[in-house]
T-cell receptor, first 115, second 113 residues
């Protein structure tokens, strides 16, 4: 799986957009970008994923650059409950072999939303 | 639809004992993966099961084992517990094997004394 690089921490004011960057310069053509978050002491929560087009769901938007070497997760109106560790993961959608069923989590970005 | 459930939520054991943790996936999900989370190593993949067969295994010693039942429920077992096995154990389910969109349970927090 391609490696990802994320800033260790970010701050955001409540009600503002939170833009979380992820660098994945070695991404392969068949690899998707996945985002998860983990609120303290809970299991990780799937947020969104995409291949090359921008994606949006009820939780967030995912913007992937044209060269696919980086992406940004956008929480449009951050709330205090969005304070969490956000993980960017790159892997094939249905991975086989040694990647079968495996998500490789890095250190993620600690997002703190302030009142 | 009910989410992934894990039992027990908390567990205290002593060194040398063994432990069995249980995971019930989301209804209709047939693939279950297990992860260990510690402050030092972060989230690490243990193994993944589909159709009662282990399809992938992470880099953990043989003391860590698992199985899946015909109703897709899964158990993991750790034998001869060590202090370093203290961790949050998470299971995740998905509709198809190998899928990147996985849905996690709340975890079982194991403390080994």
């Amino acid at each position: 799986d391609a490696k990802t690089t994320q800033p260790p921490s970010m701050d955001c004011a409540e009600g503002r957009a939170a833009n979380l960057p992820c660098n994945h310069s070695t991404i392969s053509g068949n690899e998707y970008v996945y985002w998860y978050r983990q609120i303290h002491s809970q299991g990780p929560q799937y947020i969104i994923h995409g291949l090359k087009n921008n994606e949006t769901n009820e939780m967030a938007s995912l913007i992937i650059t044209e060269d696919r070497k980086s992406s940004t997760l956008i929480l449009p109106h951050a709330t205090l409950r969005d304070t969490a560790v956000y993980y960017c993961i790159v892997r094939p959608a249905n991975a086989g072999g040694t990647s079968y069923g495996k998500l490789t989590f890095g250190q993620g970005t600690i997002l703190t939303v302030h009142p | 639809k009910a989410g992934v459930t894990q039992t027990p939520r908390y567990l205290i054991k002593t060194r040398g004992q063994q432990v069995t943790l249980s995971c019930s996936p989301i209804s209709g999900h047939r693939s279950v993966s297990w992860y260990q989370q510690t402050p030092g190593q972060g989230l690490q993949f243990l193994f993944e099961y589909f159709s009662e067969t282990q399809r992938n295994k992470g880099n953990f010693p043989g003391r860590f084992s698992g199985r899946q039942f015909s109703n897709s429920r899964s158990e993991m077992n750790v034998s001869t517990l060590e202090l370093g096995d203290s961790a949050l154990y998470l299971c995740a389910s998905s509709t198809v094997p190998g899928q990147g969109s996985q849905y996690f349970g709340p975890g079982t927090r194991l403390l080994v004394l």
